[in-house]
């Protein structure tokens, strides 16, 4: 049997990167003062329909969606914003006297889409939400997070992308605009665009198929919609950005694949050679609009999220080791039944300490097991051989420098302490 397509098993050796990276995440979130928050991986399908947007692919085309044995229809999350946004409503977190509420996640993301490199079915996203607060130094608080999620794990070639898609009213606007754009053309869009052009003409803008079609090139920028509010609002964004140091680029047609979103949008591309085809490592920005509409009080937020997926190809592609000690601290070697009940007794009390033991199980002969240890990278390995045993004493070799002592079982612990 086959992991299903698009899933992947972590197996040891990969795992302990994963580990590190996430957390280095927590580690950075910690700093930025965001706090974990846990969300179930299924919700009420509603949930998506309503927060996503019915218009989206993710909630038309791919979602994992199936009725329960109660008959409810349950969708596995496809991204965590609008779980964040259903708990902080249910919870109402909003309340909390310490706003904006500042949350971050970690957990897994299922959409049924066609697998390829760095798009998988079942894939692991970071991400943050701050809600409750409309300051464009916020904006330029979560972009500067996301940027330091890469840069503190020593990637480089990275691109911030901007865009404001503005407030309601210079979206109507817009919209307005697209629609009288593309209309003269609309036989010559794809099925899915002539439906998006009635619904979502926004949607067109991001439309695959049609992308070289020449109406594509200059159809109307958001930008040239903004209100004078939406227009500030966005100055005082890059303002902030600029401030802290950090480059982007203005791109009128960023438009991202939800609908939630107002103002700010931006996504982080690589731009290491040999990245692939895919080159957003992740994308987020402002949905004011969000929490309201999911039934809670009017309240602002602003978020991002990136799949760790994503970031370890960027790693790889930019050639960055991370600094993982896969090394063992200590590893026993014992031979005969009286040493091995005592080397059980010593493992267990040097684990109970602390310190990071293993031992052979297989019965192995003294060379062997010398083998094991170097096979493990043990940093010591410590031996129990017979006169040792008789006298109550361990010898410990130093694997690096090949040094060797004696010490007596009693001062073990301590000892080891001392030396690692
Ligand atoms: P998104 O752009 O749909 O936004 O996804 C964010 C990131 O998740 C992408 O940039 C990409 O790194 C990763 N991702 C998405 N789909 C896949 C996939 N099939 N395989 C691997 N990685 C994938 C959101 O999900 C929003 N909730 C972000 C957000 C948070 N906006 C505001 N707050």
Redesign the pocket.
Known sequence: MKAPRGTQDLLPGVTEKWQYVEGKLKELSNNYHYQEIRTPIFEHTELFQRGVGDTTD?VQKEMYTFFDKGDRSITLRP???ASVVRSFVEHKLFGSPNQPTKLFYIGP?F?Y?RPQQ????Q?V?Y???ALGSADPAIDAEVISLAMNAYQTLGLQSLKLVINSLGDQESRENHRQALIDHFTPVKEELCEDCQTRLEQNPLRVLDCKKDREHPKMQDAPSILEYLNDESEAYFEKVKAYLDAMNITYEVDPNLV???DY?NHTAF?IMSNAEGFGAIT??????R?NGLVQDLGGPETPG??????I??LLMALEAEGVELPIDSKLDCYVVSLGDAANLKVAAIVNELRQAGIQVDKDYQAKKFKAQFKAADRLQAKYVLVLGDDELANNQIAIKNMETGDQETVALDQLTEHMQGIL
Not at 118 to 121: A, C, E, L, Y
Not at 280 to 285: K, V
Not at 302 to 307: D, N, P
């Open positions: 993710i991204e965590g914003t993301m959409r889409e760095g798009r998988m079915r894939f996203q991400g943050v939400e991202r694949g939800l979103y996504e957003t490592l992740s994308g987020g920005g949905y602003i978020g991002f999220a990136l799949s997926e994503r």
